[in-house]
Nanobody
Framework: QVRLVESGGGLVQPGGSLRLSCVAS????????MGWYRQAPGKERELVAD???????NYADSVKGRFTISRDNAKNAIYLQMNSLNPEDTAVYYC???????????????WGQGTQVTVSS
């Protein structure tokens, strides 16, 4: 099993910044795509950004130019630097990983417990 632990959420004023972290632990054979999703009240969960094992990135249009995803393979970690935050970014942010626990197992989708980000004055 792969476990994901997120940190870094909180309350920030509009225009401010936050950095989210997610560390994977447990039985890990390989980590493929890693990413961040968010879910605001009354809305569906949506992709914010993801990063492949080779470093290729993908961003939602709403965060392009403001958010940056990065990955540290040595630490089994990903980060989301969020700048120029606005109230529409308020949501629970979830770490997501597509991974194999063992070489003979199929890849599985793993989720963290979520971290709240609130942008408000």
């Amino acid at each position: 099993q792969v476990r994901l632990v997120e940190s870094g959420g909180g309350l920030v004023q509009p225009g401010g910044s936050l950095r989210l972290s997610c560390v994977a632990s447990g039985t890990i054979f390989s980590l493929n795509s890693m990413g961040w999703y968010r879910q605001a009240p009354g809305k569906e969960r949506e992709l914010v950004a993801d990063i492949g094992s080779g470093g290729s990135t993908n961003y939602a249009d709403s965060v392009k130019g403001r958010f940056t995803i990065s990955r540290d393979n040595a630490k089994n970690a990903i980060y989301l630097q969020m700048n120029s935050l606005n109230p529409e970014d308020t949501a629970v942010y979830y770490c997501n990983v597509i991974a194999k626990s063992r070489s003979w197992q199929a890849t599985q989708n793993y989720w963290g417990q979520g971290t709240q980000v609130t942008v408000s004055s």
